[in-house]
């Protein structure tokens, strides 16, 4: 049983170009929540999604970063036009149905954007 | 504003002895109360969780001990091994629904010498 799949695990970006993050929950899982570590910070909650639904975006930038949970595929963070400030460790993590709660979440590996 | 502080970075321990990892807090509405472990270039673990409405939850070899007047946690690791070296973060969250938005501190680098 695969545990919460990130990938790329590393990233490096231009400045100006876009980042996407992918996020692949354990199977089964219909919960995706993002996390931002920067640099000498704790993780800060970004957003939450169940399929197809945003649940709660309150922690997202609000310009230039976008996410999306599909019926099919991975979950994607996206960040366009990045600045040297979006470097960071990104962590997603997932949760089973009806489970709403980080408790009962497990966390991907992360990826970590560079923007040079 | 930050509401989870771990005030010390990193702390060293001899094998066999007691870690002890603090945490404070300034928003008197948290009610949940987590600890998690990381390794580097793997994903925050969780290890253990206290409510608001207890002042200590075991298990096994972890303890965390909540002090509400105080706002203060701390986590006891007894005997620490060194498997145990990893980044601790505290975290925390309000009621009201809102059970995945954690506010984390951050961290504090734990060494286990053998």
């Known amino acids: 049983n695969a545990g919460v799949m990130q990938n790329p695990r590393h990233l490096v970006r231009r400045r100006g170009q876009e980042a996407r993050l992918r996020c692949s929950p354990m199977k089964g899982h219909s919960h995706v929540y993002w996390y931002r570590q920067l640099p000498e910070e704790g993780l800060k909650f970004m957003v939450y999604l169940q399929k197809e639904n945003i649940i709660d975006e309150s922690g997202m930038p609000k310009e230039r970063f976008s996410a999306e949970f599909p019926k099919e595929g991975p979950s994607i963070l996206r960040i366009q036009q990045v600045v040297r400030g979006d470097s960071a460790a990104y962590f997603c993590a997932s949760s089973p149905p009806l489970v709403g709660s980080i408790t009962e979440a497990f966390f991907g590996q992360g990826t970590r954007l560079t923007v040079v | 504003d930050q509401q989870v502080k771990q005030n010390s970075p990193s702390l060293s321990v001899q094998e066999g002895r007691i870690s002890i990892l603090n945490c404070d807090y300034t928003n008197s509405m948290f009610d949940y109360f987590l600890w998690y472990k990381k390794y580097p270039a793997e994903g925050p673990t969780f290890l253990i969780s206290i409510s608001s409405i207890k002042d200590k939850n075991e298990d096994g070899r972890f303890t965390v001990f909540l002090n509400k007047s105080a706002k203060h946690l701390s986590l006891h690791i007894v005997p620490s091994q060194p498997g145990d070296s990893a980044v601790y973060f505290c975290?925390?969250?309000?009621?009201?629904?809102?059970?995945?938005?954690?506010?984390f501190g951050k961290g504090t680098l734990l060494t286990v010498n053998p």
């Open positions: 975290a925390a969250y309000l009621s009201g629904g809102s059970n995945y938005k954690l506010t």
